[in-house]
């Protein structure tokens, strides 16, 4: 069984910094790619950032210059460094695995985390 576990939410103020943290345990052969995404009140989910396993990364339009993400391959970790933070990143964010290939010989699928809520304000 494949499971994601996210760290580092919590409380900022506007300006301020986080940095969040997602493992992925179980018996995982391969990770095509793992991201973040958020999802605010009374908002659909939407792309924060991912990156490949060959270190290739997407990100948000709102969230470009700012926020950072990085992979620690021989962990199954990614991160995600959250600088200059705003009011409007607060949302619940939550990590994704995609085409987890995993050694019992399922079929490779997607798994995510629980979420982690962030909320900026003073």
């Known amino acids: 069984q494949v499971q994601l576990v996210e760290s580092g939410g919590g409380l900022v103020q506007p300006g301020g910094s986080l940095r969040l943290s997602c493992a992925a345990s179980?018996?995982?052969?391969?990770?095509?790619?793992m991201g973040w995404y958020r999802q605010a009140p009374g908002k659909q989910r939407e792309l924060v950032a991912a990156?490949?396993?060959?270190?290739?990364?997407n990100y948000g339009e709102s969230v470009k210059g700012r926020l950072t993400i990085s992979r620690d391959n021989a962990k199954n970790t990614v991160y995600l460094q959250m600088n200059s933070l705003l009011p409007e990143d607060t949302a619940v964010y939550y990590c994704?695995?995609?085409?987890?290939?995993?050694?019992?010989?399922?079929?490779?699928?997607?798994?995510w985390g629980q979420g982690t809520q962030v909320t900026v304000s003073s």
């Open positions: 994704n695995a995609h085409f987890v290939v995993a050694a019992d010989g399922a079929l490779p699928r997607d798994y």
């Open positions: 179980g018996r995982i052969f391969a990770i095509n790619a």
């Open positions: 990156i490949t396993n060959s270190g290739s990364t």
